[in-house]
């Protein structure tokens, strides 16, 4: 295997979210650096909140299949080796009338201790887990489960105030939404009732600079629709953009779509059919509601705010996030070179200074990053390590990074490997019209690649660039390697021919 485990800093610890919707598990441990690492994860439809607002307590049924999936949650977490198991439940356990005895139940039965958080409570877990993976600094968070709302207002990436409001995707469908499809009299109702709760709690709009963040399963949903309709490299949700005018198209299509029909929809979870359309008209209101253009979506929440708690690990500036999110990733693999990956960024942030002054911060950070990780290639074969480090960027979940600035460096590493390598597919997520300036960074990496291979171990690689009618670079090599291969790239991407001095 090409993977190795990262150095751990903490036992396994589980925790289990009983929602108004559906359960889960998830095991974490806290890696190097401060890195939330996921280990093993599970879900389970629970549909609690049909009971509550039909009977206002939980039915036997309903308790016998809760109770099933807590028991297979709780061997997914000792299987996985959690050393502490902690479960809370939420909105549709808060409202159970015997939601205190099941826990009790639950407890004597299976071993279980089972906490009902309160709506604010549920607001600040949801907050710590859903911002401390993003770039955010300020702005207003939304996490909209089956049976209740929270936003929070944050600013310097702390929570400022927070509300909670009793109502979700599952009981604004059921409520409101009687037609199969739902009649414009029927929306309009919806959004009104939403508009008139907003506006009961205060939720003020978004101020200079704000970000528009949210999390939860409906949320996930209506991304997941809107990316299949374009062709988007990313595969996680983690990060993605929706537009309010993409989200509207998306709220068009699914609110015209009988029931039965909409678990044909690529990207929406068959089970969430009943319920998606009253989540995507709140999410769509407060969207408008607050003035937002986009929407950022999370793919954390409650549970990663919990295990952060637990672990005393703070949510931190979003360069630390990033750090340690790196850090976790190239830790995981054996042909991994920290001092390689030093001196190849060094050389590599010497030829971009030299070479590309002006051109944009991005670049350079996604330099920076291809530099860094190229070597995790090795693990895979070093013939195709271009291509599987490229594809690693686009699939591995990590942390603190705009979807753009990974897009970008996975396009700098996949050119460096192959100057005729396809990254059309870029474009919903990074403008690649400018085929030079991603073919110069692109050079530049495979240069400072080329450069660190020839250094002997342990000696720093000071690197000179002079820039005239010829482009003289000075580097502590061998006085025999020409980079013969690398110069109709190096004169096709930046107009000028290379030439190579043996410096010491």
Same mark, same amino acid.
Request: contains cysteine; hydrophobic residues 40%.
């Given at each position: 295997?090409?993977?190795?485990?990262?150095?751990?800093?903490?036992?396994?610890?589980?925790?289990?979210?009983?929602?108004?919707?559906?359960?889960?598990v998830m095991v974490f441990e806290r890696e190097a650096l401060s890195h939330l690492r996921l280990l093993a994860g599970s879900r389970a439809s629970l549909r609690l909140v049909h009971d509550v607002d039909a009977r206002a307590q939980l039915s036997e049924a309903t308790m016998a299949r809760t109770m099933e999936?807590?028991r297979d949650f709780h061997a997914i977490a000792t299987n996985t080796g959690a050393k502490r198991i902690v479960a809370v439940a939420t909105a549709a356990m808060r409202d159970a009338k015997n939601g205190a005895l099941f826990t009790e139940r639950v407890q004597r039965e299976l071993g279980i201790r089972i906490?009902?958080?309160?709506?604010?409570?549920?607001?600040?877990?949801?907050?710590?887990?859903?911002?401390?993976?993003?770039?955010?600094?300020?702005?207003?968070?939304?996490?909209?489960?089956?049976?209740?709302?929270?936003?929070?207002?944050?600013?310097?990436?702390?929570?400022?105030?927070?509300?909670?409001?009793?109502?979700?995707?599952?009981?604004?469908?059921?409520?409101?939404?009687? *037609?199969?499809?739902?009649?414009?009299?029927?929306?309009?109702?919806?959004?009104?009732?939403?508009?008139?709760?907003?506006?009961?709690?205060?939720?003020?709009?978004?101020? *200079?600079?704000?970000?528009?963040?949210?999390?939860?399963?409906?949320?996930?949903?209506?991304?997941?629709?809107?990316?299949?309709?374009?062709?988007?490299?990313?595969?996680?949700?983690?990060?993605?953009?929706?537009?309010?005018?993409?989200?509207?198209?998306v709220v068009d299509r699914l609110a015209s779509t009988r029931e039965k029909r909409r678990d044909e929809i690529p990207g929406l979870s068959a089970e969430r059919a009943d319920s998606i359309v009253g989540g995507a008209v709140a999410i769509q209101t407060l969207a408008e509601f607050v003035g937002a253009r986009?929407?950022?979506?999370?793919?954390?929440?409650?549970?990663?705010?919990?295990?952060?708690?637990?672990?005393?690990?703070?949510?931190?500036?979003?360069?630390?996030?990033?750090?340690?999110?790196?850090?976790?990733?190239?830790?995981?693999?054996?042909?991994?070179?920290?001092?390689?990956?030093?001196?190849?960024?060094?050389?590599?942030?010497?030829?971009?200074?030299?070479?590309?002054?002006?051109?944009?911060?991005?670049?350079?950070?996604?330099?920076?990053?291809?530099?860094?990780?190229?070597?995790?290639?090795?693990?895979?074969?070093?013939?195709?390590?271009?291509?599987?480090?490229?594809?690693?960027?686009?699939?591995?979940?990590?942390?603190?990074?705009?979807?753009?600035?990974?897009?970008?460096?996975?396009?700098?590493?996949?050119?460096?490997?192959?100057?005729?390598?396809?990254?059309?597919?870029?474009?919903?997520?990074?403008?690649?019209?400018?085929?030079?300036?991603?073919?110069?960074?692109?050079?530049?990496?495979?240069?400072?690649?080329?450069?660190?291979?020839?250094?002997?171990?342990?000696?720093?690689?000071?690197?000179?660039?002079?820039?005239?009618?010829?482009?003289?670079?000075?580097?502590?090599?061998?006085?025999?390697?020409?980079?013969?291969?690398?110069?109709?790239?190096?004169?096709?991407?930046?107009?000028?021919?290379?030439?190579?001095?043996?410096?010491?």
């Open positions: 295997m090409p993977e190795r485990r990262g150095i751990s800093h903490s036992h396994p610890i589980a925790v289990i979210d009983i929602g108004s919707n559906s359960g889960r999936a807590l906490k009902i958080i309160g709506g604010l409570a549920e607001a600040r877990y949801g907050f710590d887990g859903a911002v401390r993976g993003l770039w955010v600094s300020n702005g207003l968070l939304f996490d909209l489960g089956g049976g209740s709302l929270q936003i929070t207002r944050f600013a310097q990436r702390r929570p400022a105030e927070a509300v909670s409001l009793p109502f979700g995707a599952l009981r604004l469908s059921e409520k409101f939404l009687d *037609s199969d499809p739902p009649t414009g009299k029927q929306l309009r109702r919806l959004r009104d009732h939403v508009r008139s709760r907003l506006a009961k709690a205060r939720v003020g709009r978004l101020r *200079s600079g704000d970000r528009l963040v949210g999390t939860g399963g409906t949320l996930r949903n209506l991304a997941k629709i809107d990316r299949q309709t374009r062709r988007y490299p990313i595969g996680r949700l983690h990060g993605y953009e929706l537009s309010v005018d993409r989200l509207a198209d986009q929407i950022l979506v999370s793919g954390q929440g409650v549970r990663e705010g919990i295990a952060l708690g637990l672990l005393k690990m703070a949510i931190g500036s979003p360069q630390t996030v990033k750090e340690a999110s790196l850090s976790s990733l190239v830790s995981r693999f054996d042909g991994w070179r920290p001092e390689a990956a030093s001196r190849r960024r060094e050389v590599a942030a010497a030829l971009q200074r030299a070479l590309q002054p002006r051109a944009p911060e991005i670049v350079g950070l996604a330099v920076d990053h291809a530099a860094r990780v190229l070597d995790i290639g090795r693990s895979f074969d070093v013939v195709n390590r271009h291509e599987h480090v490229a594809n690693i960027l686009l699939t591995t979940e990590l942390n603190g990074f705009p979807h753009d600035e990974l897009a970008l460096a996975s396009a700098v590493v996949r050119r460096a490997g192959d100057r005729h390598a396809e990254v059309l597919s870029l474009a919903p997520v990074r403008d690649a019209s400018d085929r030079g300036l991603l073919d110069r960074a692109a050079v530049v990496l495979a240069l400072a690649d080329e450069i660190e291979t020839r250094c002997p171990p342990g000696r720093r690689i000071a690197v000179t660039c002079e820039i005239g009618r010829h482009v003289t670079l000075s580097v502590p090599l061998l006085p025999s390697w020409l980079a013969k291969d690398l110069d109709q790239r190096f004169a096709g991407a930046f107009g000028r021919s290379l030439i190579v001095t043996h410096e010491g």
